[in-house]
């Protein structure tokens, strides 16, 4: 039983170019998380997605950001234009439902801005 | 707005030790839960413990448990034998119940380090 799948593991980028990093959830599982984590910090919650629907993206900066969970496929977070401060470490998290079972985290993508 | 605290930076044991790491919550929810997870070199996110707050019993797991105090908003975690593989940071989170949203709270972290 597969776990959270992220891709790339690592993506490097020059500045100005766009970011796609790939989350395909846990089987059976129809929730997705997005956290970015920024050296030295915790996880910060970025996008809370169902399939098809953006149910909270209140973590989002508000511009160049984009996430979508499609009805068939994996769920994408979309950096248009990145700068250096988008360098971070990009976690995805997949849940059955909501509230009471734990999320569970892919190995996240390491996106570094030349 | 949920805050998770955790004011020590890093931490140090000797192997087969227990240590305590700390990590404090602010919240206005009564029913809600907490976990720990770890985050070894790899970098990878691994649930060690989750605490239902409506549960008075503190959760155990192994060489792992959590001292709950649910009036004082504290949510200990407490390795005991420590190992080396323990060596890792540490994430205290927190997590609403009910709802639509489940996304989770974090704290900054620990480092712990496991001499051998």
């Known amino acids: 039983n597969a776990g959270v799948m992220q891709n790339p593991r690592h993506l490097v980028r020059r500045r100005g170019q766009e970011a796609r990093l790939r989350c395909s959830p846990m089987k059976g599982h129809s929730h997705v998380y997005w956290y970015r984590q920024l050296p030295e910090e915790g996880l910060k919650f970025m996008v809370y997605?169902?399939?098809?629907?953006?149910?909270?993206e209140s973590g989002m900066p508000k511009e160049r950001f984009s996430a979508e969970f499609p009805k068939e496929g994996p769920s994408i977070l979309r950096i248009q234009q990145v700068v250096r401060g988008d360098s971070a470490a990009y976690f995805c998290?997949?849940?059955?439902?909501?509230?009471?079972?734990?999320?569970?985290f892919g190995d996240g993508t390491r996106l570094s801005i030349l | 707005a949920q805050t998770v605290t955790q004011s020590q930076p890093e931490m140090s044991v000797q192997e087969a030790e227990t240590v305590t790491l700390s990590c404090t919550y602010d919240?206005?929810?009564?029913?809600?839960?907490l976990f720990w997870y770890k985050q070894p070199p790899s970098r990878q996110m691994i649930l060690v413990i989750r605490?239902?707050?409506?549960?008075?019993q503190n959760a155990t797991e192994n060489r792992f448990s959590v001292n709950f105090q649910k009036a004082a908003k504290s949510f200990s975690l407490k390795i005991s034998d420590s190992q080396l593989g323990d060596t890792a940071m540490y994430f205290c989170a927190f997590m609403k119940q009910a709802g639509a949203n489940s996304k989770l709270t974090f704290g900054k972290g620990i480092t712990l380090s496991v001499r051998p």
């Open positions: 997605l169902q399939k098809e629907n953006i149910i909270d």
């Open positions: 919240t206005s929810e009564n029913n809600y839960y």
């Open positions: 605490q239902e707050a409506y549960k008075q």
């Open positions: 998290a997949s849940s059955p439902q909501t509230s009471n079972q734990p999320q569970h």
